[in-house]
């Protein structure tokens, strides 16, 4: 394992940690594509999610395109319901996560099922983004076993059981 798998392992263990009823990074999204995914969402709101198409309606998504920064769920305006429906599914409360550099844009969501998250554990989210952001942010740099494990790890964190 290289130096930048075990800082982003390391980091990603860092954001369970804190964010205890799951997350999904898309890091360097292009178009509409990130070029790494990590999900540790309930299975039951990623296909509910997806069968139902909310990416096209999802509050987090929006206004992560035209914001940098952090917001709480509580205060995004979301005309869907995709906000109601992901508290059915156990995602009561959470933030989303935007941060821009270099024609590249990351975006994040961290949930939890107890209690908003608080400025100082925004803050430190918001710091182990960035710091996945930028390791991450050159794949020409990054060694092609890097990008390998890093597209396995993805897979292994996403899809715990395949």
């Known amino acids: 394992m290289s130096s930048s798998q075990f800082e982003i392992s390391k980091t990603l263990g860092e954001l369970n940690d804190l964010a205890p009823a799951g997350y999904a990074l898309g890091f360097h999204v ?27 309606r999802d509050p987090m998504v929006a206004w992560a395109f035209e914001s940098e920064g952090a917001m709480r769920w509580s205060n995004l305006d979301d005309p869907a319901g995709v906000m109601v429906k992901a508290a059915e599914h156990g995602l009561k409360y959470g933030i989303v996560i935007s941060i821009a550099s270099n024609d590249s844009r990351t975006i994040c969501g961290f949930a939890s099922d107890e209690r908003e ?46």
């Open 117 to 162: 998250f608080t400025d100082e554990e925004i803050a430190t989210i918001m710091a182990l983004v960035s710091k996945i952001h930028d390791v991450t942010a050159d794949t020409a740099k990054l060694d092609a076993e890097t990008v390998e494990q890093l597209k396995k790890m993805s897979i292994m964190v996403t899809h715990p059981r395949s």
């Open 30 to 56: 292009e178009y509409t594509t990130p070029k790494f995914v990590f999900q540790t969402y309930p299975k039951a709101w990623l296909d509910y999610y997806s069968s139902n198409g909310l990416i096209m």
